[in-house]
Structures are given as C-alpha cells and as structure tokens.
C-alpha cells in the first residue's frame, strides 16, 4: 500500500506568510521524515520526527506527528521565495514519496 | 564527502536500445535505493539494496529493468529494451540504514525516442 500521501498537490503563498503541508500514513511508524526537492534535482532530508515525538523544530519548519491518525504536518513559517520546492513525507522503512506537495512562495 | 553520484546526468536514446544507469554511494552507507520520477506517478521506488543484497524489487515495472550491485561503492541499473514509457528522471540514494534519511544523487534524466 502507499505510505507518505501529501496534502495538498500544490500550495501558493506571498513571501512572508507561513505554509502548511500534511501527510497521512497507513500503518505504524518508528519514525517520519520529510523532504524537500528543488525543481531538477534530487530531494533533500529536512527533519525526522520519532514516534514518541508530538512536535519537533528546526529554523523555520515544525514537524508535528499524531500517531492516533497517522498523520504529520510541516509548517514553513515566515516563507521566503527559495522555499519555492516540492515537498514530501516519507513513512519509516516505506520508500513511496507520492507526488509531493508543491509550493510556490511569490515574492 | 562528493555525496551520490549518478551517471550519465543525461541520456538520450532510442526505442530497443541498451541504457545503463550507474550509481556511486555515499561511502560508509549500507543502503541503497533506486526510484523513477514522472509526473503522472510522482516518486516511485523500483528496487532497494542493503549490504549489496537486493532487498525488495517489486517496484521494478518489468523484466527489461535489471539492477545489480556488485559491490558496496557501485550500483547499475539496466534497461533492455529501452521503450518511449520509460522516459523519466532515474534517482539513486543512499543511506547508513534504510529505515533513516536518504541522501539523493542529482538523478539522470532518460528520454526514450
């Protein structure tokens, strides 16, 4: 089954304002991970929250993670036009990045 | 470190041909993952090593797609023969364990005339 469903396909925002993405998962995870992929390259590891964490930080993004509903959420506060990418979650051990969410912040 | 290295960046080709897809891990990583990039299928895993041992293949959409890994630095993805359908971008990645982050090469953009 496909684990690491982003929602929504594609997101538009103004410089300045915050993003959110979600992610839904189907079975028990020991962790979630999320990346990002700028246009005609590889994805790069953002963050990896742990089962056992609700939320986690790093700079600009918040990962939250509830188990009870298989889903996670990454928010972009403060977005910045190079935040301009695709993004995707990725549940533990199951390799399926979907489509990703695609972001586009105007400057 | 250089991080993934993938070879060619492109490559162009025509139906029935012969193409190999090389990839180079991040040394020091056990874990390896092949995945093809479209837009109507997003990002989809074809095949993942671990110890050089394949793991789980099923994702490889059929017996013209072959990969091997015969060592711990080297890893070839092989399609024969080549079909206009599988025009797409090729990405490697690897990682220290398959259940932690994966560091991606730049990919290889394979177009099928």
């Known amino acids: 089954s496909q684990q690491g469903e982003e929602d929504p396909q594609a997101l538009s925002i103004q410089e300045g304002e915050n993003a959110t993405m979600n992610c839904s998962y189907k079975?028990?995870?020991?962790?979630l991970q999320w990346y990002r992929q700028n246009s005609g390259r590889g994805l790069v590891h953002l963050i990896l929250?742990?089962?056992?964490?609700r939320e986690k930080h790093s700079g600009r993004l918040r990962v939250t993670l509830d188990t009870s509903k298989k889903s996670s959420s990454l928010l972009i506060t403060a977005s910045r036009a190079a935040d301009t990418a695709s993004y995707f979650c990725?549940?533990?051990?199951?390799?399926?990045f979907g489509t990703g969410t695609s972001l586009t912040v105007i400057p | 470190d250089a991080g993934v290295i993938q070879s060619p960046r492109h490559e162009v080709t025509e139906m029935g041909q012969e193409v190999t897809l090389r990839c180079k891990p991040i040394?020091?990583?056990?874990?390896l993952f092949w995945y093809r990039q479209t837009m109507m299928r997003g990002l989809e895993l074809l095949i993942y090593?671990?110890?050089?041992?394949?793991?789980?293949d099923s994702g490889m959409p059929e017996d013209r797609f072959s990969a091997k890994m015969p060592n711990a630095s080297f890893s070839t993805l092989k399609i024969q023969p080549s079909e206009p359908r599988d025009s797409a971008v090729y990405f490697c990645?690897?990682?220290?364990?398959?259940?932690?982050?994966?560091?991606f090469g730049p990919g290889t953009r394979l177009t099928v005339t």
């Open positions: 990645a690897s990682s220290k364990d398959r259940f932690l982050e994966q560091y």
């Open positions: 079975t028990s995870i020991n962790n």
């Open positions: 929250i742990r089962s056992n964490e």
């Open positions: 990725a549940a533990e051990g199951q390799f399926y």
């Open positions: 040394s020091g990583h056990n874990s």
């Open positions: 090593f671990n110890n050089n041992v394949p793991i789980d």
